[in-house]
């Protein structure tokens, strides 16, 4: 008989057997009519070999099919062995069927273990929403209340340059000098001036006595008379002029000298010795000692914030330990044409010798941006195209959730919407995350001990 026609009451028991073991074995079930098709042709070749089959195609195995097949070949030579003759076409049934029920099980137990989802360790806290002041910065430089831009009341060239830019200075102090040729030129001839016209009118005296003595005679009119004492008012009036004028070189000789007006420290200068000034022209910029304030530019969305600021403090980049309390004494009524920014000064209060001039200073505006929402760390707000997303724990996985941004401080934020009381939010490792990861969450914290970089 064929070898193929042997294989017919073969076929049914074989079958029953793949089947049997996918119930045995739910790890095989994914794999279905596939997987008990390709067993069912391993378990016929393995007939097809044993009862000297010819026409048998050759099968290419994968791997697990591979153990497959040998697993029913081990079994079925120990089966053929056992036999001390031929085994009746139901014996072989039974062995084949015994074969492929025992490599299916011997597959079924080497099948991988599932992998269990790693646990990321976060840290978290419960929110709660609250009616907190966001607070506002603003960076400036430290100023002197009153700065004076000082220049010369007249022009010459400067010869002596008297103090140096930082240096402090009192009150009348020289700072620069002019050249004072001209200025003693010209009051010598004032000078000169005011001598001629003394001279006018002691001889316009003298001839008004004269013309007195003269009428008393009846030997001059009383219009002569007239005339004199009119002569001798404009001598008079031209000595006074000419001695005003000589005041007005005197000051100017005076002018040559620049001096300062006040205790200060000079900030500026703006001229060199060899260069020829005009009259009014800023030489030298004083900074008088006392008052500090901190000038400040606050952007046109930003003015009422500050104008309605209730507190303000001021504290240095340099010591950042310490803060004064200050108040709003200037703000521009229009903007920078440049920055489109408003100047506002800012005065300290008790100043001390440590807010030196040009200092870096923030102003902080306390109550500033007070609104109803939640507070979060820094750390706990990520962006994804632009949107600021938060993660929300929900059982033992993570969820993004878009936020909405009320104001931000320099080291958390306020959260206007997007989050409900109650809910559990990472506040920590938020960068390590994605969408429904398993995280594994340490105890909530408050504000203060969730620091960024707190969870890895």
Known sequence: MHPDERLAPLRGALHHAVLSALARCPALAPRGGAAA????????????????????????????????????KRTTRRSLRAEPSPPAPAARATLVALAATSAMLAACSREAPVATPELRPVRSTVVQATDAAAGATYAGQVLARHESKLGFQTSGKVIARLVEVGQHVRRGQ?????????????????NANVEGAQSRVDEARLELRRTEQLLARQFASQAELDRQRTQLAEAESSLEQARAQREIRLNERGYTELRADRDGVVTALQVEVGQVVSPGQAVLVLA????????????????HELAE??????????????????????????????????AARIRVKDA??????????????????????????LSAVHHRDGQPLVWVVQGDKVSARPV?????????????GGLADGEQVVTAGAHLLHEGQAVATLPATSLAQAAPGAAR
Do not use: N
């Not at 089959?53 to 195995?61: D, E, I, K, M």
């Not at 006392?290 to 000038?295: A, N, P, Y």
């Not at 001390?352 to 760390?377: C, E, N, Y």
């Open 174 to 190: 020289p700072l620069l000098r002019l050249d004072p040729a001209q200025e003693s030129l010209h009051l010598a001839s004032a």
């Open 404 to 416: 909405t941004l009320a104001a931000a401080g320099r080291d958390t934020v306020l959260v206007g």
């Open 352 to 377: 001390d010798a440590s807010l030196m001039l040009g200092m870096t200073a923030s102003v902080h505006a306390l109550d500033a941006g007070r609104a109803q929402g939640i507070r979060l760390p």
């Open 309 to 342: 600021a209730k507190a303000l403090e001021v504290s240095l980049w340099a010591r950042p330990g310490k803060r004064y309390a200050a108040a709003l004494r200037e703000l521009a009524p229009s903007a920078d044409s440049v920055t489109r920014t408003y």
């Open 37 to 72: 098709l390709q067993l069912l042709l391993l378990g016929l070749k393995q007939v097809r070999l044993h009862l000297g089959g010819s026409s048998a195609r050759p099968v290419h195995p994968t791997p697990t099919e591979h153990s497959l097949e040998t697993e029913m």
């Open 288 to 303: 008088a000692d006392g008052e500090r304030e901190v000038l400040v530019s606050v952007p046109e969305s930003r003015v």
